[in-house]
């Protein structure tokens, strides 16, 4: 089952884009990642499907409700984190989450009180004392303190330190175990490839690709080091399936997609000091990506 499914969704601003025919689905139970660069279009499309700005064009549905006629209804099991967070300054953290809390018309304090202990967030606090970090720390604890089936993410880690966004990471797991699914943007690959079991791939408005991360990293590339004994000459390996092939004095390294024999074949005929072979990451995938596109 879908818990999120996008037809050809448009939002023009004026005669600016925004995005065009955007089209993906989202299965109940997934951690999907929305990757592309900043200004790609990934806060438009979330902003959309959220109703908080109106598609100019096309249809998406969340939980099989209309996303524009079931807004209202849609919202109360959504969790949502804006990429930037704003709030009232002069509220304490406990009086604001309380707040929140109570649109949703349960009793959420037993929930808060063990997010803000794992997020080690101060509740007694000021907003206006927050560090930025802290900031996301009580929007992330907004965004789940009444256990949403969908959790929907908008560059989520800016301003969290790396033991935090490690911890953050873990919650979201175990909330993806207790059924949650989740949509997850970045322009961060290596998260996306911690977390993600699929990914759309957004570049200036549009749609580049929805693969599985398993495909997109296997898809039998190889990045490939070598430092050979003797000059290499480049032509040596301009083989079908090389891409990004770089010599610098006596090391040569490239992409390679196809049969791996035929490249060993290749390197054999080197005097070889030393030899990598290793995945690439998504970083080196995603701009072959965009370089195939253009």
């Known amino acids: 089952m879908n818990v999120i499914e996008i037809n050809n969704l448009t939002k023009m601003y004026g005669k600016s884009r925004g995005i065009t025919d955007i089209s993906f689905n989202v299965e109940e139970g997934e951690i999907f990642g929305f990757i592309g660069p900043n200004g790609a279009g990934k806060s438009t499309t979330i902003r959309t499907l959220l109703s908080l700005i109106y598609p100019t064009s096309g249809i998406a549905k969340i939980f099989g409700k209309d996303i524009v006629k079931d807004a209202p209804e849609i919202k109360k099991q959504i969790g949502y984190l804006p990429s930037e967070v704003f709030y009232y300054d002069n509220m304490k953290v406990m009086d604001l989450l309380k707040y929140s809390a ?45 256990e949403p089936k969908l959790i929907i993410l908008d560059e989520p880690t800016s301003g969290l330190d790396p033991l935090m966004q490690q911890k953050f990471f873990h919650l979201l797991e175990e909330e993806n175990k207790k059924g949650a699914t989740i949509l997850f943007s970045s322009h961060i690959l290596s998260e996306v490839q911690r977390l993600c079991n699929r990914v759309a791939i957004i570049k200036e408005g549009k749609l580049v690709t929805v693969e599985k991360i398993s495909t997109l990293q296997e898809n039998n590339y190889k990045k490939i080091k070598i430092d050979s004994r003797t000059v290499l ?62």
Not at 245 to 258: A, D, P, R
């Open 102 to 146: 109570s649109f949703y018309k349960k009793d959420c304090s037993k929930r808060i009180k063990e997010l803000a202990e794992i997020l080690d967030l101060d509740l007694t606090k000021k907003i206006d004392d927050l560090s930025l970090g802290n900031k996301k720390k009580v929007g992330i604890v907004q965004g789940l303190l009444h």
């Open 233 to 294: 000459a480049p032509e040596h390996f301009q083989v079908d399936g090389v891409t990004k092939l770089e010599i610098k004095g006596n090391t040569i390294s490239f992409l390679f997609k196809g049969n791996i024999n035929n490249i060993l074949r290749k390197i054999t005929e080197v005097e070889i000091a030393n030899l990598w072979i290793e995945e690439p990451d998504l970083e080196e995938i995603f701009m072959h990506y965009y370089e195939k596109e253009e």
